[in-house]
Every structure is written in C-alpha cells, then in structure tokens.
C-alpha cells in the first residue's frame, strides 16, 4: 500500500506544534521552526528544544485513526 500525504490542516492533519504545542522539558510554547515535503519542525520559544516529526509519522497516524492497518 503507497500512502500519499494530505497537505490540508484541521482535525485530521494537524501541525505538529498543535498536537505538542508546550515542551515536554520547560513548558514553554512549541513553534514550527520550518516545513519540508518529508519533515516538519518544533523549537520551544524559551529553551530551543527541537521536536522533529517525520512526514511518514503523520501517514501512519492518518491510518491508524482511519482503523485501517499499514
């Protein structure tokens, strides 16, 4: 099975910063430091923790939610 990714944002494909939007570490507010096609990136505004989120992620997120398998 191919999985194609869906570039529209809402409920089924949020940024990532929506689903982690405080870091895991201080607490501060997580903001998408920049987008590829394969990746996207987190960097905590006060400390500069960075949470990178590989595209497949998001794929096989969609999928589970979906209740289909991989």
């Known amino acids: 099975m191919v999985l194609r990714a869906v570039k529209r ?3 089924q494909n949020p940024d990532p910063c929506e689903v982690l939007d ?4 201080c607490g501060g507010k997580m903001e998408e430091v920049y987008s ?3 990746q996207k990136v ?3 505004a ?3 923790t ?3 989120i590989p ?6 997120a969609r999928v589970k ?3 289909g398998s991989r």
């Open 9 to 11: 944002k809402g409920p």
């Open 22 to 25: 405080t870091c895991p570490l």
């Open 36 to 38: 590829r096609p394969h």
């Open 42 to 44: 987190c960097a905590c």
């Open 46 to 48: 006060d400390c500069q």
């Open 50 to 52: 960075t949470i990178s």
């Open 55 to 60: 595209e497949v992620a998001w794929d096989i």
């Open 65 to 67: 939610r979906k209740g």
